[in-house]
């Protein structure tokens, strides 16, 4: 026989059975999700992450029939349970509630287990937590122009917190910082906590963190809100100016979330899931719930979501350079 027809021959027997392959693939996916679904955090329980996921995840089980069971996988700015959720099947049956920390680990570590860009698929933004620029009630400056004026006659004398070196809350007092001209030290803690209350007690003066972590020492008088750092006001302080508005155009770092899945995830379900989740933030105990944490809520599509992260990474990355942070 001709080595073409050969290969003819050989190529039409094997149609049947990809045929059959590729029509069990699609009933699976036509079905999903016919079991229950993993939603990695990869933060600790309780925090401001996992509290806005697990709302999320409950909204989901009750539309699509299934549980979304959260599994808290903490520890290194979330890079452990990033590195769990980038080795799970490509299935559908498990997704990632990330963070910002997706663009800022890979201009963080120099060895990083996996690629946030070749090793997940975007499905949605959800949510973002605006921060605040907050100073302790011994700083004599009740707007952000007049403690940028305070600060810049004390150089070197000020001391700011954050949640660790390269978190969102170090980066966004750093850039402000350099974009005002405030000569500062840094003082990294083991989490917001610890930095909130060394900020309460007077030990530092001031620190930019998340607004749903900062409300009650807000309300409560222990510590003064000068500015939102994120790109709008927020509702829960209406009367709180944004660094934009006030000194700095087009400053935006705000701590924003959302949902990836293990890369080559059937595109039907990334689809099914993207419906599924904006029409989950649309509901009444969901921006109910987010409105309790201070948060906003986001939505996009996938491609969207994809472009933005894309975006952050190099964004960023730019920040952690000027800020001379790796960590290894």
Known sequence: ???????????????????????????????????????????????PTDLIARVIAKQLSDQVGQPVVVDNRGGANGTIGMTVAANA???????????????LSPNLYSKLAFDPVKDFDAVTSTAVIPMVLLVHPS??????????????????????????????????????????????????YRGSSPAMTDLVG????????????????????????????????????????????SVIPNFDMGAWQGIVVPA?????????????VLTALKTPTILEQLATQGAQPLGSSAQEYDAYIKDEIKR?????????????
């Open 202 to 245: 007077g030990q530092t003066q001031f620190m930019t963190n998340t607004l749903n972590d900062s409300l009650p020492y807000i309300h409560e008088k222990r510590l003064k809100a000068l500015a939102i750092t994120s790109a709008q006001r927020s509702p829960a302080l209406p009367d709180v100016p944004t660094v934009a508005e």
């Open 89 to 103: 099947k490509a299935d559908g049956y498990t997704i990632l509630y990330n963070t910002s920390s997706i663009a």
């Open 1 to 47: 026989m001709h080595p073409i027809r050969r290969k003819l021959c050989a190529a039409l027997a094997m149609l049947p059975l990809a045929l059959t392959v590729n029509t069990q693939a699609q009933a699976q996916t036509d079905a999903w999700p016919e079991r229950p679904i993993t939603m990695i955090v990869p933060f600790p329980p309780g925090g």
């Open 264 to 276: 080559g995830t059937p595109p039907a379900i990334i689809e099914r899931l993207n419906k599924e």
């Open 139 to 188: 700083v004599p400056a009740n707007s952000v122009q007049e403690f940028i004026e305070y600060a810049k006659q004390k150089p070197g004398a000020l001391s700011y917190g954050s949640a660790g070196a390269g978190n969102i809350t170090h980066l966004s007092a750093f850039l402000f910082n350099q974009s005002t001209g405030i000569d500062a030290v840094h003082i990294p």
């Open 316 to 328: 960023l990355g730019d920040v952690i350079t000027a800020a001379g942070v790796q960590l290894n």
